[in-house]
């Protein structure tokens, strides 16, 4: 089993910034994949973006450029640093992570409001 726990949303201004933080506990050694998504109300969710246990990353094309993944062994807390938020960037994020038996795990969510 792994908790994750979600912090770091908010209201922002377009073309600010946020970074949203991830702490993960319990079997964290499991874990293979971290990843952020998005999902607005009647929607699919939606991968943001996601890094391997080898550091390969991936981004949604919407925010290529923008937002960056990355995450701090040490203190078991994956990150997600947007950049250049647009209004469009307003959703329910989640922060999810992927054991090597392919369990997967969610964060609570935590809402991002960018305003233009």
């Known amino acids: 089993q792994v908790q994750l726990v979600e912090s770091g949303g908010g209201l922002v201004q377009a073309g600010g910034s946020l970074r949203l933080s991830c702490a993960a506990s319990g079997n964290i050694f499991s874990i293979n994949t971290w990843a952020w998504y998005r999902q607005d109300p009647g929607k699919q969710r939606e991968l943001v973006a996601r890094?391997?246990?080898?550091?390969?990353?991936k981004y949604a094309d919407s925010v290529k450029g923008r937002f960056t993944i990355s995450r701090d062994n040490a203190k078991n807390t994956f990150y997600l640093q947007m950049n250049s938020l647009k209004p469009e960037d307003t959703s329910v994020y989640y922060c999810s992570v992927v054991n090597y038996v392919n369990d997967d795990y969610w964060g609570q969510g935590t809402h991002v409001t960018v305003s233009s």
């Open positions: 890094i391997t246990r080898g550091r390969t990353t």
